[in-house]
Nanobody, 123 residues
Framework: VQVVESGGGSVQSGGSLRLSCIVS????????MAWFRQASGKEREGVAC???????KLADSVEGRFTVSQDNAKNTLYLQMNRLEPEDTAMYYC??????????????????WGQGTQVTVSS
């Protein structure tokens, strides 16, 4: 399984970015795909997920600003990030697996990760 993120960059506060995550080699019908982020000196935290049953979750800190979506035909997961804030600065990671819940934002439940894409928001 390969997971590749893209779309990170540097923006000013209030700006937008769209992250993409392409997954290849996944052979199961069921899955949970998720976005995580890790700021310098902090633990990795769940941002959003989509399950193969259509379920979705967003962290409270990004609700109303971020949107998670997928394109099954392209095996791609997206994270549209609007009204970015300096507190959103982090390395963003995409992951896929088959956790107990169809849609999980618990990092420990994922074994397949991308290398990450950096998002930097300046004030």
């Amino acid at each position: 399984v390969q997971v590749v993120e893209s779309g990170g960059g540097s923006v000013q506060s209030g700006g937008s970015l769209r992250l993409s995550c392409i997954v290849s080699g996944w052979i199961y019908k069921s899955y949970s795909m998720a976005w995580f982020r890790q700021a310098s000196g902090k633990e990795r935290e769940g941002v959003a997920c989509i399950g193969s049953d259509g379920s979705r979750k967003l962290a409270d800190s990004v609700e109303g600003r971020f949107t998670v979506s997928q394109d099954n035909a392209k095996n791609t997961l997206y994270l549209q990030m609007n009204r970015l804030e300096p507190e959103d600065t982090a390395m963003y990671y995409c992951a896929i697996d088959r956790p107990y819940d169809y849609c999980s934002v618990s990092p420990g439940e994922y074994n397949y990760w991308g290398q990450g894409t950096q998002v930097t928001v300046s004030s």
